[in-house]
């Protein structure tokens, strides 16, 4: 059991079969290296347009917020103003009676 192995090749065959397969494991892997840069690649790319997507978002969304404060300030003034709508009718019609009873006397004489 414990025999020497002995070898039937040339030596030269032996190390031209270890050198063609380490080549050949070299190019798969500088293959899948490759393979593994394009993705990166690809990702990085994706991953800009992203970014530059949500800040196109994040502009519009401040857009929005400006608008949505501007319109809640003109409500809050429509609001004000609503309250002085009934004081200016009373004015209005107050000052029309008033008009009216003072030319009543002078429609009568």
């Known amino acids: ?54 800040n196109g978002i994040d502009k519009r969304l401040e857009k929005v917020e400006s608008n949505q404060e501007i319109l809640v300030k003109e409500v809050s003034d429509l609001k004000g103003a609503k309250s002085l709508i009934i004081p200016i009718i009373v004015a209005v019609t107050t000052a029309f009676l008033t008009l009216i009873a003072r030319l009543i006397p002078n429609i009568f004489q």
């Not at 500088?30 to 970014?51: P, S, Y």
Request: no cysteine; charged share 35%; hydrophobic share 30%.
């Open 1 to 54: 059991m414990n025999e020497p192995s002995t070898v039937t090749y040339p030596t030269a065959d032996i190390l031209k079969r270890i050198e063609d397969k380490l080549d050949s494991n070299h190019k798969e892997v500088n293959h899948k290296f490759d393979k593994i840069n394009e993705r990166l690649t690809n990702l990085e790319v994706g991953q800009a347009k992203l970014t530059e997507k949500v």
